[in-house]
């Protein structure tokens, strides 16, 4: 199993910029990507962005050119949004994808509040 634990959200005007963290814990060693997806009111969960352990990256239409997710080890990813528009608010989850064998695992953060707002 992994934990995730998301830091860093909170409320920004728009065309400001925000960064947030997730930390993993746990069999660590098993993840094969990690990414953010979020969720606003009465919407269903979409995906942001996405990184494999091979750095390859993947990034939603609405963000791309905006919004940069990185991954400094096995266990850290963060997500820097830029140009933030108030179609951005949401709660941004953490995901983990593990493999396991005959399976692939879904772990996710409890996530964290974006709003974007003057």
């Known amino acids: 199993q992994v934990q995730l634990v998301e830091s860093g959200g909170g409320l920004v005007q728009p065309g400001g910029s925000l960064r947030l963290s997730c930390a993993a814990s746990?069999?660590?060693?098993?993840?094969?990507?990690m990414g953010w997806y979020r969720q606003a009111p009465g919407k269903q969960r979409e995906l942001v962005a996405t990184i494999t352990s091979g750095d390859i990256t993947n990034y939603a239409d609405s963000v791309k050119g905006r919004f940069t997710i990185s991954r400094d080890n096995a266990k850290n990813t963060a997500l820097q949004m830029n140009s933030l528009k108030p179609e951005d608010t949401a709660v941004y989850y953490c995901?983990?994808?593990?493999?396991?064998?005959?399976?692939?695992?879904?772990?996710w953060g409890q996530g964290t509040q974006v709003t974007v707002s003057s």
């Open positions: 746990g069999n660590i060693f098993r993840i094969y990507a």
């Open positions: 995901n983990a994808k593990l493999l396991v064998p005959g399976k692939i695992e879904d772990y």
